[in-house]
Nanobody, 115 residues
Framework: QVQVVESGGGLVQDGGSLRLSCAAS????????IGWDRQPPGKQREWVGN???????NYAGSVKGRFTIPRDNAKNTVYLQMNNLKPEDTAVYYC?????????WGQGTQVTVSS
């Protein structure tokens, strides 16, 4: 089993920065990828970006150039570094870990960007 815990959400002003953390524990030896999704209020969940085992990353167009996904392998932790935040980035952010064809999700963390 894999446990996924997000943290780091909060309230930030337009143009500010925030870093979310995603810690994976349990049977994590075969992690294929770790990704971030978000669900804005009243909207469907949307993909934000992910990082693969080899370190390559990709991002949704709406966040490219503003968000990055660094990782700390020693801590089995991946981050979502969010810069130049906009009110439309307000959402619950979810981390998911892909292992051997299965996905494990965290409980989500709220990010609110005030204008």
């Amino acid at each position: 089993q894999v446990q996924v815990v997000e943290s780091g959400g909060g309230l930030v002003q337009d143009g500010g920065s925030l870093r979310l953390s995603c810690a994976a524990s349990g049977t994590t030896d075969s992690i294929f990828a770790i990704g971030w999704d978000r669900q804005p209020p009243g909207k469907q969940r949307e993909w934000v970006g992910n990082i693969f085992r080899g370190g390559s990353t990709n991002y949704a167009g709406s966040v490219k150039g503003r968000f990055t996904i660094p990782r700390d392998n020693a801590k089995n932790t991946v981050y979502l570094q969010m810069n130049n935040l906009k009110p439309e980035d307000t959402a619950v952010y979810y981390c998911n870990v892909s292992i051997q064809g299965a996905s494990y999700w965290g409980q989500g963390t709220q990010v609110t960007v005030s204008s």
